[in-house]
C-alpha cells in the first residue's frame, strides 16, 4: 500500500525541467528545431508566453561586490570550487534560482546562483565568496572562463545557426516544450 501511494504521488508531481544545449536547425512558427551539443535534434513547442534572452560576453572586472551572479563550479584540485563559467544577472533578474544544486554541463558540477560577498584577485584568477539564503560558497574563477550577461531578447534572434540554451519539460499531450531560451549574440556559445 506504501508502495503504491509513493508511485501515485511521484506520478501526481510536475514534470521536471530539463536543458538542451545546442544550435538551432530552424525555426517554424512556434517549433523551434535544436541540434543538441551530443547530436540529438529536439523539436520543442514555444509556449506562448516564452521567454528569450541574448547572452553577450563581459569582463570578469564588471562582477562586483554585489552583483547577483549564477556560476558553474567543478570541484578544484584543493576542494576549492572552480568556475567553468559565470553569467552575470541584470537587476531585474536578482533573485532567479537563488541557491546551489548539482548541474548537468559537466561530471560534478553544480550551479550556484547568489550575491558575490567579496572579489578578491589573485595569480591565478579572482575569488568570489558568494552569499545565498542557505549558505555561502567560495569559488575561483580562472582568466579562461567564459563570464556572459543577459541582454533583452525576442523571437526574431531565434535563427538558424544560432548557440541556445532552453529550458525544456514534456507537456501532458507528450510534446516538449520551453518557455525561456537563452541565446548566444555574435557568434556566443551558452557557457552553462
Not at 508511485?7 to 521536471?16: F, G, K, R, W
Not at 572579489?119 to 542557505?134: A, W
Not at 549558505?135 to 538558424?160: F, I
Amino acid at each position: 500500500m506504501v508502495a503504491a501511494s509513493t508511485l501515485y504521488a511521484l506520478a501526481q508531481q510536475p514534470p521536471t525541467p530539463t536543458r538542451v544545449r545546442g544550435t538551432i536547425e530552424g525555426v517554424d512558427g512556434d517549433t523551434l528545431a535544436v541540434k543538441s551539443r551530443s547530436g540529438e535534434e529536439v523539436k520543442l513547442h514555444m509556449t506562448n508566453n516564452v521567454v528569450v534572452l541574448g547572452l553577450t560576453k563581459v569582463a570578469l572586472s564588471d562582477i562586483k561586490v554585489g552583483s547577483f551572479i549564477g556560476t558553474t563550479t567543478v570541484p578544484g584540485p584543493d576542494g576549492v570550487p572552480k568556475a567553468v563559467e559565470v553569467h552575470v544577472f541584470p537587476e531585474s533578474m536578482r533573485g532567479t534560482g537563488e541557491g546551489s544544486r548539482p548541474w548537468d554541463l559537466k561530471p560534478n558540477s553544480s550551479m550556484t546562483n547568489a550575491t558575490v560577498a567579496q572579489s578578491v584577485v589573485g595569480n591565478d584568477g579572482h575569488t568570489l565568496l558568494v552569499k545565498y539564503k542557505d549558505g555561502e560558497k567560495k569559488v575561483v574563477v580562472p582568466p579562461e572562463a567564459p563570464v556572459v550577461t543577459y541582454v533583452p531578447g525576442d523571437k526574431s534572434d531565434l535563427k538558424a545557426g544560432a548557440k541556445v540554451i532552453a529550458f525544456m519539460k514534456k507537456g501532458p499531450d507528450g510534446t516538449i516544450e520551453t518557455d525561456r531560451v537563452s541565446v548566444g549574440r555574435d557568434g556566443l556559445t551558452p557557457p552553462m
